[in-house]
């Protein structure tokens, strides 16, 4: 394949396949390259994302694609206490990935992308205005790569953009199981404690005809006996799974990144999105939604790019400058609240739970709930009086509680 494309675009997961579709509708001449043989496998994620995220995506899916639809979630403290969040009516769907990838690279091939299947990019070196890819296929060359290789952007190391000092990322893991007893039919289970999942949280999302995916994500331990123990101690114990449950796959772990500002997502006729660009939200670490976004808006800045003939940094800088004016706030006030929240001991959790179960905040969220921009929705409700007052009373008993027992109970515990 002696050609030289317009894009290249590394990685086949969902940010890399939609902004290889975009691209090629919007007659960009793209080529995009997966290490893996086949487009969706392996696989890591739970595919949970908001009803608006996907319109907002312009995506119609097919009805074969949802395995699950939502309309609130139940949160679990660890000593048991559960706090509903009801929208009233369907807000989330969970979705089969690997059809999903499937399907946005059928529309892409469909579009014009070309695919490189089983080739994997190792590096990227300038050729007189075009970057040439070292790759099985070495005499491909594009005018802009587009990294969106997941996380950690090895890639991106290679070619001097990102440095392991940069590293900051959660070990997620995640199982479908065959039979579960949701607690409440149309709603996520979310399961808090540092005996569980230290630093995050567990969930358990049921699926249309009675299976479940479970999983964690965790800053430290191991996350498979995490996901054992928290499968008897938790779901087992409680009902919701039976005493042997039958696991239908076990997803290896795989990082999540957390966004610390940092490296930057542009270069010379480079675009980074996705994980690899850490465009995931620090509270839940949902990246399919923001990923996806961000990748639309580097297709719009590389086809601006490429119609004026100028693909340098200045020219491309204009993405970060769209990516996080939509999302940097948000990134900023999430990593906050996540630091708060997930930085608390479980009897600082328990308290926290107890402070917001009848409170108006959570009857704000749920006449107005919003999955992809928490931290906006924060910010509103502390600019409402009841809002204000009703997050102080929530927070003030665990913070100055863990304030003035730091580091009594924020070991991991071994329940
Ligand atoms: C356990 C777990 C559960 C999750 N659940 C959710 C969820 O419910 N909802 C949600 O929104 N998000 C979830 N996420 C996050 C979500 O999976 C990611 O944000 C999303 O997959 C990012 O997509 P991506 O295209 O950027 O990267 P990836 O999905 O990682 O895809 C990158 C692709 O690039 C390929 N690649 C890498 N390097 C090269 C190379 N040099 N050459 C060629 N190909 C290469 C990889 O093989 C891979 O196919 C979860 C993550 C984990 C770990």
């Not at 086949?12 to 086949?38: K, M, N, Q």
């Not at 404690?193 to 249309?208: N, Q, S, T």
């Amino acid at each position: 394949m002696g050609r030289h494309f317009d894009l290249a675009v590394v990685g086949g997961g969902p940010c890399g396949l939609y902004a290889s579709l975009l691209a090629s509708r919007s007659g960009i001449d793209t080529v995009l390259f997966e290490e893996h043989e086949s487009i969706g496998s392996p696989q890591h994620c739970a595919g949970h994302i908001s009803l608006k995220g996907i319109r907002e995506l312009g995506l119609r899916l097919p009805q074969r694609l949802f395995r699950g639809t939502y309309r609130g979630a139940i949160l679990h403290s660890p000593s048991g206490r559960a706090l509903t969040l009801d929208a009233g009516e369907e807000v989330s769907a969970s979705i089969d990935r690997r059809g999903f990838e499937i399907y946005l690279s059928d529309l892409s091939q469909s579009a014009g992308t070309t695919l490189a299947l089983g080739e994997r990019v190792r590096g990227a070196r300038p050729a007189g205005g075009s970057l040439e890819i070292i790759s099985r296929l070495r005499s491909a060359k594009c005018k802009i790569l587009l990294d969106a290789e997941g996380y950690p952007p090895r890639l991106l190391g290679e070619m001097g953009a990102w440095s392991p000092g940069d590293y900051s990322a959660l070990i997620g893991i995640g199982a479908e199981v065959e039979e579960a007893y949701a607690a409440r039919e149309g709603f996520v289970e979310l399961y808090f404690g540092r005996g569980i999942a230290p630093g995050f949280f567990a969930w358990l999302i049921p699926l249309k005809g009675g299976g479940a995916r479970i999983g964690l994500a965790t800053e430290g331990g191991n996350p498979r006996q995490l996901l054992d123990r928290f499968m008897r101690d938790r779901l087992i114990r409680s009902g919701r799974l039976p005493d042997r449950p039958r696991m239908v796959e076990v997803l290896p772990p795989h990082p999540i990144p957390i966004w610390r500002g940092g490296y930057k997502t542009y270069g010379n006729g480079l675009l980074v999105v996705g994980d690899a660009a850490s465009q995931v939200k620090p509270t839940t670490g949902g990246g399919l939604f923001m990923g996806m976004r961000c990748s639309s808006m580097a297709i719009e800045t590389a086809k601006l790019a490429l119609s004026a003939g100028d693909w340098g940094s200045d020219a491309l800088s204009r993405y970060e400058r769209l990516w996080k004016g939509a999302f940097s706030l948000e990134l900023r006030l999430m990593g906050a609240i996540r630091r708060a929240i997930f930085g608390l001991g479980d009897r600082e959790m328990d308290a926290l739970f107890e402070g917001l179960s009848n409170s108006a905040l959570v009857e704000m969220a749920n006449s107005n709930p919003e999955m992809d921009f928490q931290g906006r929705a924060l910010l509103r409700a502390l600019l409402n009086p009841i809002g204000f007052i009703s997050i102080a009373r929530a927070f003030s008993r665990p913070f100055l509680g863990a304030l003035f027992k730091r580091g009594s109970n924020r070991r991991v515990d071994s329940r």
